[in-house]
């Protein structure tokens, strides 16, 4: 069985919300914040989450800095711990995309 989840952030959106340290220690992990230097690669990274937790079909049931989102070693992002799964983050003009593919 295929589960598919998707999401979309307002780029501009998210700039304000970095201003917040409480915002993004809230979120993000330590390594997150590490390789994400722009908003939008901050958003392509919550758009992730949030489609993730759309997959699962569970709602926001956990804090979102327990969900990581890491790159492989070509920068393929991917979700910690989580094998049967497959992410993909896109960015153009104002907004960041994620879409998450989860099978059994």
Known sequence: MYRIGTDIVLISR??????RESFKTAVFSEEE????????????V???KEAYLKA???GIDRKLNTIEICKDERG??????????????SHDGDYAIATVILWE
């Open 14 to 19: 998210m700039e304000k919300s970095l201003k």
């Open 56 to 58: 699962l079909g569970t």
């Open 76 to 89: 393929k992002p991917n979700i910690k711990g989580v094998e049967n799964s497959d992410v993909s983050i």
């Open 46 to 48: 919550f758009a992730a």
């Open 33 to 44: 914040m590490g390789f994400c230097k722009k908003a939008e690669s901050f958003a392509g």
